[in-house]
């Protein structure tokens, strides 16, 4: 059985991501990793939601899924994009009980187990 969402789920839900970098509702969590990556490719961690504001459904790799954490209930998206030469694997959710917030859970150099 295929869990897939449809293009028109997916597009609904980069709707939604646009509608919250565009009011300024959005997060990043600053793991290593990340910070990392951020550095190798001369980004900021504001400028993820660039690309971010960018993903087309074709990006999408997986998702929506239960967060890992119980402590919330919101699920979490995964896309795969190219940036700066990387593939960038990209983990985000909107949290609705903070007002629909985007949080980039994860903005990294994709690895083939992911």
Not at 10 to 19: A, C, E, G, P, T
Request: with cysteine.
């Amino acid at each position: 059985m295929d869990n897939r969402p449809s293009c028109l789920e997916i597009n609904d839900f980069l709707l939604q991501v646009r509608q919250a970098i565009d009011s300024g509702n959005c997060g990043f969590a600053s793991r290593m990793k990340c910070m990392q990556f951020l550095a190798k490719i001369g980004y900021m961690p504001e400028d993820i939601f660039d690309d971010i504001y960018n993903l087309q459904d074709t990006d999408y790799f997986s998702g929506p899924e239960m967060d890992h954490n119980p402590s919330y209930k919101d699920c979490v998206w995964v896309f795969k994009k190219n940036i700066c030469g990387y593939k960038t694997y990209i983990k985000i959710k909107l949290i609705e009980e903070e007002n629909s917030k985007l949080w980039c859970f994860a903005f990294h150099e994709d690895r083939p187990n992911y």
